[in-house]
Structures are given as C-alpha cells and as structure tokens.
C-alpha cells in the first residue's frame, strides 16, 4: 500500500508563490510516473504537472512556465514549485502516483492524497 501527504497549500495573493509537498510512504519502487491534480468548487479535477521514471514532464498549458515539478528520491518526496500565481490557480491540489506504464491522467493514477488547499486573493 502507498500513502501519499500533501502540505505546503494556504492562502497568498496575486502574483505570488507556494511549493507544495507529497510525502510519500509504503510501496514506492518502480513508480512509472507522479503527478500533482488539482479541483476547483464546482469543476472536474484537472491535471496539472506530472514527472515520468526518466524524469521527463508534463505541465497543463496554464501553469506552463509558472509551475515546476520535481522530485527529491532520497527523501520521496513530491514537490511543486508555483510561482505567478492567479487566482484561478484557486483549487485543492493533490498528489498522485501510478505505479504500472500507461495513462497518468486522472483516470489513470493509482493511489491519492487527501490533498492541500491553495486560495489566492486578488
């Protein structure tokens, strides 16, 4: 089993910057890819970042250039740095990983944090 623990996610203004954290304890050899989602009141969870095993990413077109994800082994850890932050970057942000090759969309993670709130101000 693998359990995943976000923090880092509160309340900041325009413009400014946050790095969330995932924690991540139980099975974690052979992880095929980590991803960071996110949901919106009201709106169906979007994926925002993802890191492959050959450390490859992805980014959704609106965080491209603001967010950057990564990853500490040593410490399994999950990290995503955001800066520029608007806010439509409002949402609970959580952290995913998928353990077999395939989709690390939504649909195709395996295990969940309970995620971290991120409120940005205007």
């Known amino acids: 089993q693998v359990q995943l623990v976000e923090s880092g996610g509160g309340s900041v203004q325009t413009g400014g910057s946050l790095r969330l954290s995932c924690a991540v304890s139980?099975?974690?050899?052979?992880?095929?890819?980590m991803g960071w989602f996110r949901q919106a009141p009201g709106k169906e969870r979007e994926r925002v970042a993802t890191?492959?095993?050959?450390?490859?990413?992805y980014y959704a077109d609106s965080v491209k250039g603001r967010f950057t994800i990564s990853q500490d082994n040593a410490k399994n850890t999950l990290y995503l740095q955001m800066n520029s932050l608007k806010p439509e970057d409002t949402a609970m942000y959580y952290c995913?990983?998928?353990?077999?090759?395939?989709?690390?969309?939504?649909?195709?993670?395996?295990?969940w944090g309970k995620g971290t709130l991120v409120t940005i101000s205007s």
């Open positions: 890191i492959y095993r050959d450390s490859s990413t």
């Open positions: 995913a990983t998928k353990r077999a090759a395939g989709r690390c969309d939504s649909g195709g993670m395996n295990y």
């Open positions: 139980g099975y974690t050899y052979n992880t095929y890819c």
